[in-house]
């Protein structure tokens, strides 16, 4: 039976990272990876500048790509683009970024997680391979997460549903983002230029998805795959006994963007902390993580959340509001700064005089109190 301080379930960035992190606190410990090395993630891959603040110095030579303009394109025609003289984000292909992240680790690869019990010292865990000896277990095993179901600590669910393909692309390299608005009635299209392809996906909230409705705006005979995302709703419980879920498996994605890479770094991060505490302590649970998810990344989420509730629904009246040059510049200016502020965006909208867009505020404001 191999021993660990921290087993951690899943070998993606949330699990890779903390792996990481806790290594530089000299916690050993170990991943389960359900996965092979070279296993893909349908992702976009979009990957905000602010990580290269969070990652460890030996971390910071991954694989990317630069983007410095973003266009937004409606069904209608309507259409505006912007470029700002800095990188506003990056762009990563998952299965060579996770890969990266992976190197160093313990990883045992094609195992997958069974269940666990508790002892009066630790857990033991039990895979499809073995069993394991740990202090405490991570769950970061995403959408779906074996983890949470064992656990009982089971999240709330919130789903988008997205389907991109990855598109042979011969043309020379260019920044631009493209987001594509009014082809889905609650959720957007994108187009990310990577070396060589393009990432061309689209996503909608479970129940308005559509399949094939990204070949509406990038037509072409290439192949898609259809994943689910689960979105962050509000605060919930993360922890229990010697057991807690970081990224996916959390819930821990952007409500606005759908974006999940950054904040699972994130909060591997602040979990590899609460960790280091509870063993030096000898704690028999996990205690404080909720408290500083809440300083670090709930406060911003709550933002991002009211904002996608005016946003998706109301974009029919408010596009010639948000799709124009100056709203891009602002969303440019504030991502360069290393990850978006909602709650500056939300002050602008707050502000606006724009009818349509101040009515839709008024009223989401009333109805989400």
Request: some cysteine; overall charge positive; glycine content about 10%.
């Amino acid at each position: 039976m191999e021993k660990t301080d921290v087993l951690i379930i899943g070998g993606g960035p949330a699990g890779a990272s903390l792996s990481h992190f806790l290594k530089d606190k000299n916690i050993n410990s170990t991943v389960i990876e359900r996965g092979g090395p070279e296993r893909n993630k349908t992702c976009a891959g979009g990957l905000p500048i602010a990580v290269k603040s969070i990652l460890p110095d030996y971390l910071q030579d991954f694989k990317k790509v630069e983007y410095d303009s973003l266009q937004i394109i409606h069904k209608s025609g309507l259409q505006a683009s912007s470029s700002v003289k800095k990188v506003f984000t990056y762009g990563v292909l998952r299965a060579e970024f996770d890969a990266y992240l992976r190197n160093g680790l313990n990883v045992h690869y094609n195992e997958s997680f069974l269940n666990y019990e508790e002892e009066k010292e630790g857990v033991i865990a039990t895979t499809n391979k073995g069993k394991y000896r740990a202090k405490f277990i991570v769950g970061a095993d995403g959408v779906g997460s074996r983890v949470s179901i064992v656990s009982g600590i089971a999240p709330k669910k919130r789903f988008i549903v997205a389907e991109e393909g990855e598109v042979p692309y011969k043309e020379k390299f260019n920044g631009t983002i493209r987001i594509f608005l009014g082809y889905n009635s609650i959720g957007y299209g994108w187009i990310f230029p990577k070396n060589g392809f393009l990432s061309v996906g689209s996503g909608a909230i479970r129940g308005r998805f559509k399949k094939d409705t990204v070949k509406k705006f990038f037509s072409g005979d290439y192949k898609t795959k259809i994943y689910p995302i689960s979105l962050w709703g509000g605060p919930e419980n993360l922890t229990r006994g010697r057991v807690a879920l970081v990224g996916e498996a959390a819930n821990l994605v952007d409500p606005f963007s759908a974006g999940g890479v950054y904040p699972a770094i994130l909060s591997s991060y602040i979990l590899s902390d609460v960790l280091e505490k509870a063993l030096k302590t000898g704690s028999s649970k996990i205690s404080g993580y909720e408290e500083l998810l809440e300083s670090s990344i709930y406060e911003d989420f709550r933002y991002a959340l009211f904002l996608s509730r005016i946003f998706y629904p109301f974009i029919p009246v408010i596009k010639k509001y948000v799709i124009r040059q100056s709203t891009i510049d602002l969303a440019l200016e504030l991502s360069s700064e290393g990850y978006i502020s909602y709650r500056n965006i939300y002050k602008k909208v707050e502000q606006s005089k724009h009818l349509p867009l101040k009515l839709a505020y008024l009223l989401i404001k009333k109805l989400f109190k």
